[in-house]
């Protein structure tokens, strides 16, 4: 199954939030806040019990740039774990690779870090680790590849690693050496979009 093709911009303005992260995308919801096509700006958002499971599901899994078979996946490994499964879900998704170098801001998007990671510039406890669905754990240290610390993008992402502000607090960072470190598990709250994973755990539970 091949990656979705569906223009990004069309998918924010179908959930009303810019869920890609890249600010252009705030630029055209701010002009275009109502769904796409020809009826877009006359849509309801009224939807069946089934229907509302099914956008979110599609929502999380763009979120985080996840196929249905991974997505999938990640429910069956922790639908019998002890606590609530949604946020368990979602948690599960946080520790990606790819999310961990988006969330420290190494990346400016997630399908960016996506790209970083699959191109083998990113080292996880010392080592090139180019699996972008890597399960993150408790002191992971995730750093970049030392031999290309001096090209422009990664001295252009150390400007913007000077303020950043927003690294989640189940992460830590050194922002002068790209050093990171995944310090506790990440939780419910830590995510910073409006998404409800325990209503994707009543459409596969049925």
């Known amino acids: 199954m091949a990656r979705q093709t569906t223009p990004k911009a069309k998918i924010c303005r179908r959930f009303g939030e810019n869920i890609f992260g890249s ?104 080592k090139k680790l180019n699996i972008p669905s890597y399960r993150s754990e408790v002191g992971d240290e995730i750093s970049i590849n030392p031999k290309k610390a001096e090209n422009a993008y990664f001295k252009n992402q150390a400007e913007s690693l000077k303020n950043k502000k927003d690294v989640p607090a189940w992460l830590s960072l050194d922002p002068k050496s790209f050093n990171g470190k995944m310090i506790a598990l990440p939780k419910r709250s830590d995510c910073a979009y409006n998404v409800d994973p325990q209503i994707v755990v009543e459409f596969y539970s049925k």
């Open 23 to 126: 600010e252009k995308y705030d630029k055209i919801l701010a002009r275009k806040n109502y769904p796409p096509g020809a009826h877009g700006q006359s849509f309801s958002r009224g939807q069946s019990e089934y229907g509302k499971q099914l956008m979110m599901k599609q929502k999380i899994k763009f979120i985080y740039g996840v196929l249905e078979r991974q997505f999938r996946k990640h429910y069956e490994d922790v639908k019998n774990k002890p606590g609530v499964t949604g946020d368990l879900l979602l948690a599960r998704l946080e520790r990606r690779l790819d999310n961990v170098v988006y969330r420290l801001g190494y990346a400016n998007t997630r399908p960016q870090a996506r790209q970083i990671v699959s191109h083998g510039l990113i080292y996880v406890n010392g």
